[in-house]
């Protein structure tokens, strides 16, 4: 019976090995670059699989999952992981697998195929579509116009790894306020364009600069890098 059970789980190994044979397109507009992961290499024992016959939908967060590489043994149930990227923040994906694996004595993890993408651990992966504005309160924030200027070139800049909050702005008719509220965030690693610049005083009299992302909305000019977002970045 150990017999038996042991050539079935060699075999589910082999079944994951199989669609890995030719590396999988890589997207990019989903994946950021290779070179910011680890290379080191982990094998793990594979407890147990699931292969889904309709693909499950999940996003990422504001955090960018690390991807791996996997090579399975071809004569026992193990799973070599290298790691060759990341996914991109606040965005979906779908995941046609998932395997169990031994970490150590005590500690056992999952691992989600993301089509298109590779291994990722499942625990980073959330159940669902992203939507722009999840986990984003909204607080309205009153503030005194300090000053603001009109670029009369659109500014390049880009985020990198956080996803900075989005701001909807209601401007006073009558007078120099400004109030803000939470409407979203920008994602990772992306080019945006910014053509207002503003200083805006808060009640504790601390002096806040923001950015007008076109299309989207203000953001605190600290979040924001010059330039076009690189992979190396």
Do not use: E
Not at 13 to 26: G, H, I, K, S
Not at 60 to 67: F, G, L, Q
Not at 101 to 125: E, M
Request: aromatic share 6%.
């Amino acid at each position: 019976m150990d017999i038996l059970k042991k050539t079935l789980t060699v075999l589910t190994a082999l079944a994951l090995m199989a669609p890995l044979a030719v590396a999988a397109p890589v997207s990019a507009k989903t994946t950021t670059a290779t070179t910011q992961a680890s290379v080191k290499k982990q094998t793990y024992t594979i407890l147990s699989s699931s292969f889904y016959k309709t693909a499950k939908t999940y996003h990422t967060k504001d955090a960018k999952p690390v991807v791996y590489k996997a090579v399975m043994g071809a004569d026992r149930p193990t799973m070599t992981l290298t790691a060759k990227g990341k996914l991109k923040a606040g965005t979906t994906y779908k995941v046609t697998k998932q395997v169990k694996v031994k970490i150590n004595a005590k500690k056992n993890q999952k691992y989600s195929y993301v089509k298109g993408q590779g291994w990722v651990v499942s625990s980073k992966l959330t159940a669902g579509k992203f939507k722009a504005a999840s986990g984003v309160k909204k607080t309205a924030t009153k503030y005194t116009i300090v000053s603001m200027t009109a670029l009369k070139k659109a500014k390049t800049v880009h985020t990198k790894d956080a996803r900075p909050v989005v701001y909807k702005a209601a401007v006073a008719a009558d007078r120099p306020t400004m109030t803000l509220t939470a409407n979203g965030k920008l994602k990772a690693a992306t080019t945006y364009k910014v053509t207002k610049q503003a200083k805006l005083k808060n009640a504790a009299k601390k002096t806040v600069a923001v950015s007008y992302v076109k299309g989207h909305g203000w953001v605190l000019q600290k979040s924001l890098t010059n330039g076009q977002f690189k992979n190396a970045d």
